[in-house]
């Protein structure tokens, strides 16, 4: 099964006034889509433009994988588990909540700053002593890294969630083979790409369940994320 999203029917949140849009794939906050909740363990994918000087105060996280990928600007995050860092484009950043972390994240940079942000749900209940085993970390213990320049075709695994993200950037006429897994969610962030005769461009995104054998074709220079799923 593939079920086609295409980015013009994200919902839209954010602050207009304090300089921060954003863009929803999944019901979040305010958007509640009962039948839009998740896809196998990702909670969220939010497309998020922050303006010179704009950003998000400290807020708070439980039991959640959250993975960054950075599309241009700069993003500086400062936790209460003592982590700071500023992550550029091309970089990916991940912060894993564990039993609690509140975080501020902001654009202190002079240019526009674009990310997308996808939360996972750690496997099983994500409070137990083997899913933070899992995570490589101590119970209940944030922890946090930065990836850089992780466009390089290197998956980046999350074990907490079970999931693995592949960055990719197909050149124009590339073709690129969909992982086998189960569930697989694939994210345009650039560029026009043909999966299965599909059509798709920025913004859009793929949920592929037990579906073995796609390709995606590129029919310009792009950037994709792509997530094997349990």
């Keep these: 099964m593939m079920e086609v999203r295409r980015g013009a029917d994200r919902y839209r949140g954010g602050d207009e006034a304090a300089g921060i849009d954003t863009r929803h794939a999944f019901s979040f906050g305010s958007f509640y889509d009962p039948d839009n909740l998740r896809f196998g363990p990702v909670l969220a994918v939010n497309e998020e433009t922050l303006a010179p000087g704009a950003g998000f105060d400290e807020h708070p996280h439980s039991h959640t994988e959250i993975v960054t990928w950075v599309v241009e600007g700069e993003l500086t ?3 209460t588990a003592g982590h700071t860092g500023t992550v550029r484009a091309g970089d990916l950043q991940h912060l894993s909540a564990a039993g609690g972390v509140r975080h501020v994240e902001r654009n202190d940079g002079t240019e526009r700053l674009r990310f997308v942000q996808m939360w996972l749900a750690p496997t099983g209940s994500g409070n137990t002593a083997e899913a933070a085993d899992a995570a490589d970390g101590p ?3 944030p922890s946090y890294a930065i990836v850089r320049d992780a466009a390089d ?3 980046y695994a999350v074990p907490a969630a079970s999931a693995v993200l592949h960055v990719r950037r197909p050149g124009a006429g590339e073709r ?3 992982p086998a897994a189960p569930r697989v969610y694939v994210h345009v962030v650039r560029g026009d790409v043909r999966l299965d005769g599909v059509e798709l461009g920025p913004g859009d995104s793929v949920r592929i369940t037990g579906v073995e054998g ?3 074709l590129a029919g310009s220079p792009g950037e ?3 997530w094997e799923l349990p």
Excluded: C, M, S, Y
């Design 214 to 216: 796609l390709e995606i």
């Design 139 to 141: 119970a209940f213990e």
């Design 77 to 79: 995050h400062k936790d």
């Design 176 to 178: 690129i083979a969909v």
């Design 153 to 155: 075709g290197t998956p």
């Design 224 to 226: 994709l994320l792509v």
